[in-house]
Each structure stands twice: as C-alpha cells, then as structure tokens.
C-alpha cells in the first residue's frame, strides 16, 4: 500500500464545475496535510494545508479533513481553465518522520471551457 | 524577492558523465530539501541539510551526493548518472524542521535528461 494514494486521472470538469480531488493515507498519526498545485513542467506551488478535522476554506478552494476515515479532499469551485494542472496530496507525521513531506502520485485535473 | 533558486532549468548530460545542480535560497532559512521527481509520479526525498547536518534517506541510490557550503547554496552531484536518473530534481526550502505546519517552499526545478 502506497502511504499517499491519489486516483491519478485525468479528471475533467467543465469550466464554472466544482471540481472534487481526493486522497488517502496510511499513516494514522499523521498531523498536517497540504495541497499543492504543478504545472507541467513546473515546480509545485502551495495552495492550502490543513490539520484539523472539517473544512477549510481560501477563496474558491476548500479543504476537507477526516482523520477518522484517513481521508483528505480538495475543493475547486468555480473552476476556470487556468486550473488545469496535477494537484498534489502530501502528508507529514512529525513524530516518525520528522520534517518530511510524503507526496502521493498526483491527480491530473482538466477543465475545459 | 526572497526566494529559491536552481540552475540550470534544463541540464543534459552523458551516461556516466558526473554533473552538479544548484540551488540558492534568499529566505535565510535553516532546511534545505532535494527532491527527485519521475514523470507522473510523486516527488520522493533524497535528503536534507538542517544547518550543516546532511541527513540521507535511507534508499537514495550512493550515486547521489550532497553539499552545502553554506546557508545559501546546496548542491546534488549524481556521480555516474544513468538513464533512470532522467527526471525533474526540486529543491525546496523550510525555516525548521519537525513542525507540523512548517511548509516547504519550492524552486522552479531541474529537468535533467541523460543521453
């Protein structure tokens, strides 16, 4: 089992949608989880991190957290062209892994006018 | 603007034929990452210098090498690359290490191709 799992896609929305990314992970300890955004051929870029239960909410994206379930989830309302990219799930456990981010494999997201 | 840097953005190189990647942070921070990325998978950590302590994951290949001269510069040597060493190499950047919202800032990456 891959300790970040992420459907790789393409995941295809029409633009105005709300688009829906998911990820799982193995680590039950794990404290904090983050979203970032790459381009092709790009570096990644943060979009959002999360370390409580619930939701949390930047502009036209949210973050959902359930520790229960080992689950964490992405939001992109009013998705616009310009959001087509792989978005990645990364997880950190600071007590058996330190400062280390684990990345899943990344979720192509396309949005087409 | 404080930020990280890498060069050169795109780097070719020969089988075999040591080469060296570069990366630079203006934001004085403590933590240095490289990470190895394979395309369409996830970035996977080689290793990290919190200050001057290198600390090597425990499956980077010995063909990967690490300096840091100082706290702006970091540097990866891949010895004798071969052509499963093609991919994107990030480094990345945190003020600590061992927080859990401390969040990594990345450079614009080093698409490396072996011939």
């Known amino acids: 089992q891959k300790e970040v799992e992420q459907n790789s896609g393409p995941l295809s929305v029409p633009e105005g949608a709300i688009a829906s990314l998911n990820c799982t992970y193995s680590?039950?300890?794990?404290?904090?989880f983050f979203w970032y955004r790459q381009y092709s051929g790009k570096s990644p870029e943060l979009i959002m991190f999360i370390y409580s239960n619930g939701d949390k909410e930047d502009g036209r994206f949210t973050a959902q957290l359930n520790k229960a379930s080992q689950y964490v989830s992405l939001l992109i309302r009013d998705s616009q062209p310009s959001d087509s990219a792989t978005y990645l799930c990364?997880?950190?456990?600071?007590?058996?892994?330190?400062?280390?981010?684990?990345f899943g494999q990344g979720t192509e997201l396309s949005v087409k006018p | 603007d404080a930020m990280v840097i890498q060069n050169p953005r795109y780097q070719v190189t020969q089988f075999g034929k040591p080469v060296t990647l570069s990366c630079s942070q203006t934001?004085?921070?403590?933590?240095m990452y490289w990470y190895q990325q394979k395309s369409s998978q996830a970035p996977k950590l080689l290793f990290h210098y919190y200050d001057k302590d290198f600390n090597n994951e425990a499956d980077t290949p010995d063909n990967f090498q690490s300096r840091r001269p100082n706290t702006s510069f970091c540097f990866l040597d891949i010895r004798s690359p071969g052509l499963g060493d093609a991919a994107m190499y990030l480094c990345?950047?945190?003020?600590?290490?061992?927080?859990?919202?401390?969040?990594?800032?990345f450079g614009s990456g080093t698409q490396l191709s072996v011939l």
């Open positions: 680590d039950r300890g794990s404290q904090s």
């Open positions: 934001l004085n921070h403590n933590v």
């Open positions: 990345a950047t945190s003020r600590v290490w061992g927080s859990a919202n401390e969040k990594l800032f």
């Open positions: 990364a997880v950190k456990n600071i007590y058996n892994q330190g400062g280390k981010l684990i």
